[in-house]
């Protein structure tokens, strides 16, 4: 085992965390916002890659070029989901909200498989096969920047915005900005879209190197709850980070011990801080 | 009185005994046949492949492909099961998802509503070690193309291995770096990637077990399950341990991610060398493009034999205006377990499972009467002693027969040339 390769398990990790990341945004931010876990975001990136790749077979685009078609698309997606089912629901005792995204996943995963068959496809991009010094493929590399990016400017919104402002103050005491004149219910669906949209992009930057079938979502899913977990439930900030801790001490680790045991070793990490820290990294501060 | 009692008597005895000829003469209009496959999950390009197979030659037996007729493959020129008076055979099919647990479900669900004659699948060795119990506790004949060296080590009497196990595939393996190193090619280290359910471990541990048997002492072995979207840590360690001769078993979606990662990685062996599985699905192909070039893995049939069988060039042919692309492992094997079962049923002269059962324990299929290399013989474990493979490399993106020379139509690519170099 050489130093050259450890370096190349940490960028590895790093890239593979950045996609991780995203994905523990976007379940952060409606966990913060509103103390609803979807079950169902896992389907929703699964839907942008199918989205990404129609594009691409259809229309001939670029998964890159398809990043603001997807955004925009997932967004009315995340804010009709919200609209049509979650609104309803809040009124309801918790396990209906639980239920009700667990019938999402449902709905979407075996649509998927009705409409699109299980067979795997992939994107091809312009990144797709090009690999830069150290071993980094383009089409990760790109993934990590644009998620970086995303991720950027969802906490410039976050801080600077009006609505941005509303979103954090709703999260942090519901009753308190009711009081200020905040109205959640238009907040809620925007943090639906904003959410949504943070899997359409994911599922744009992850098309130029991964394949697509209905069941693709579980693979992103379970790492990104880890993450989020990690992070500190509710954090976006604590999220993103908590991303990339998972997908170093998935490559890096899996590489310095054995490969079979990587996902054992996120979870002892898990463990661990939840062990010391029981709020996550970041946890007690809802952001 | 008497005599009308004596009417009475004889009547029913008329009754009874037209009652008996009828039943006698009364023999099925089709017999029934379950097919247990992953038609979705992380595996349907190759559930389709099994499925067009085994309707091809259920076709053939009803009389349905012209192609066949005037050759020795068993069932050509049949017109339904002949024993039978043309009993026709009928397909029914049940989706595995590629999971143990579905597989399990669907066969008993198939079994008590469909009331097969003799089943088989379910492709996957996982899937196939889950349903075995099923079919032996309802007694249905079973045939079965899956490796996993346990299938046929637990004493079942309904299941049959048509294909090769895991030491049968195995063995060509070192049969043909024998004959690369005779040629002064050389190597260093044997290491192996395996998903790890049935068909990946089996393998695995069939391939120590003979290495060791040789002399050669297995440097690495990396296992790995199949849901994860990343493998640079399986690539990472491979290439610092310096494998270059790689036993790969993997499925579809994680042979797309692993070929990926290995492009990435500048991690290129002499040989990668799988039992199928991704490197026969046309998905892989589709998706991984020129990329998908220069893998070896251990196959069972080639239209290119058809000098020495020439209606495997005509069968294949028929195949390819049907189905619009040529057969491989998976509609070969499936095709010639119908074969199997077809024959069984009409040697049993019956439909009936157990009689089945007993007539495919005698089962004598030579080479030229299935499309397989080799012919189908059980041993009292119920494995094809006649199994044995071929090697094919995937070379312009096409499964060519490398190994055995004599069988061989194309020179094998070795080393696997770098990817800085294609």
Same mark, same amino acid.
């Given at each position: 085992m050489t130093a050259e390769i450890v370096l190349q398990s940490v960028v590895s990790g790093l890239m593979f965390g950045g996609v991780i990341a995203l994905v523990a945004v976007g379940i952060s931010l409606i966990w913060g916002v509103?103390?609803?876990?979807?079950?169902a975001y896992g389907e929703y990136l699964m839907w942008a890659m199918y989205l990404t790749f129609f594009l691409y =077979? *259809?229309? &001939?685009?670029?998964p890159l070029v398809s990043v603001p078609v997807n955004a925009l698309v997932l967004f009315a997606a995340g804010v009709l989901t919200y609209r049509l089912v979650i609104a309803r629901v809040m009124?309801?005792?918790?396990f209906a909200q639980l239920l009700s995204t667990f019938g999402l996943f449902v709905l979407l995963r075996y649509a998927a498989w009705l409409l699109f068959r299980p067979d795997d496809r992939q994107a091809q991009s312009l990144v797709s096969n090009g690999v830069v010094e150290l071993r980094v493929s383009t089409g990760e590399l790109v993934a990590f920047v644009g998620s970086v990016l995303a991720t950027t400017a969802l906490f410039w919104f976050l801080t600077w915005t009006k609505t941005g402002k509303a979103l954090r103050a709703v999260a942090q005491d519901r009753e308190a900005a009711l009081a200020l004149g905040i109205e959640p219910d238009r907040l809620y669906a925007i943090a639906w879209g904003i959410s949504a949209a943070a899997a359409g992009v994911a599922g744009s930057l992850v098309s130029s190197f991964m394949y697509v079938n209905p069941l693709v979502g579980d693979v992103f899913l379970l790492p990104g709850f880890a993450a989020v977990a990690l992070g500190g439930f509710g954090n976006v900030y604590g999220a993103f980070a908590g991303g990339l801790v998972i997908g170093v001490v998935n490559v890096t680790g899996g590489t310095l011990t054995m490969p079979k045991v990587k996902l054992a070793l996120v979870y002892l990490v898990f463990l661990a801080v939840l062990f010391m820290r029981p709020r996550g990294l970041f946890g007690g501060r809802r952001q | 009185m008497r005599g009308r009692v004596l009417g009475l008597v004889l009547a029913i005895i008329g009754v009874v005994a037209l009652g008996v000829f009828a039943l006698d003469a009364q023999t099925p209009k089709e017999v029934v046949v379950g097919v247990i496959i992953p @038609?979705?999950?992380? =595996?349907p390009g190759t559930g389709q492949d099994c499925k067009v197979g085994a309707e091809f030659a259920a076709d053939m037996i009803n009389?349905?492909?012209?192609?066949?007729? *005037?050759?020795?493959?068993?069932?050509?020129?049949?017109?339904?099961?002949p024993s039978l008076g043309g009993a026709k055979v009928k397909l029914v099919f049940a989706d595995s998802q590629a999971s143990p647990e579905v597989g399990r479900a669907e066969a008993e669900r198939l079994i008590t509503t469909m009331k097969p004659s003799a089943t088989m699948g379910a492709w996957h060795s996982g899937v196939t070690v889950a349903i075995a119990p099923v079919i032996e506790r309802y007694r249905i004949p079973h045939t079965t193309v899956s490796t996993a060296t346990e299938l046929t080590q637990? *004493?079942?009497?309904?299941l049959f291995r048509v294909g090769v196990n895991a030491h049968q595939g195995g063995e060509v393996l070192f049969q043909y770096l024998d004959w690369v190193a005779r040629d002064g090619k050389k190597w260093n280290k044997l290491g192996q990637l395996h998903e790890d359910t049935a068909a990946g471990v089996n393998f695995a541990n069939a391939i120590e077990e003979m290495a060791k048997a040789r002399?050669?002492?297995?440097?690495l072995r990396v296992p790995y399950s199949r849901?994860?979207?990343?493998m640079d840590s399986e690539i990472l360690k491979l290439k610092s341990a310096g494998i270059d001769v790689l036993v790969q078993t993997s499925y579809t979606s994680d042979g797309i991610i692993i070929r990926k990662t290995m492009r990435k990685l500048d991690y290129a062996p002499a040989l990668i060398f799988s039992q199928g599985g991704f490197d026969d699905d046309p998905k892989f192909y589709e998706a991984m &493009?020129?990329?998908?070039?220069f893998g070896s893995k251990r196959q @069972?049939?080639?239209?290119?034999?058809s000098t020495s069988k020439p209606i495997l060039k005509a069968i294949n042919d028929e195949f390819r205006r049907r189905n619009g692309r040529d057969m491989n492992d998976n509609s070969v094997r499936y095709f010639t377990n119908v074969q199997v079962i077809a024959d069984a049923i009409n040697r049993a002269r019956s439909a009936e499972p157990s009689a089945i059962q007993k007539a495919m324990v005698g089962t004598d299929l030579k080479a030229?009467?299935?499309?397989?290399v080799h012919g189908v013989k059980f041993d009292e474990k119920h494995d094809n002693v006649l199994a044995k493979a071929m090697v094919a490399q995937v070379l312009d993106r096409q499964l060519k027969i490398v190994f055995p020379a004599e069988a061989a139509t194309a020179k094998p690519v070795w080393p696997i040339p770098a990817w800085s170099t294609r």
């Open positions: 509103m103390d609803v876990i979807n079950f =077979a *259809g229309a &001939g685009l670029d009124r309801g005792p918790i | @038609l979705t999950g992380s =595996a009389g349905g492909v012209k192609a066949a007729a *005037g050759s020795a493959l068993l069932g050509a020129g049949w017109n339904g099961i637990r *004493g079942f009497q309904y002399g050669i002492t297995p440097a849901e994860q979207a990343n &493009g020129d990329d998908a070039n @069972l049939w080639s239209p290119a034999l030229e009467q299935v499309l397989l």
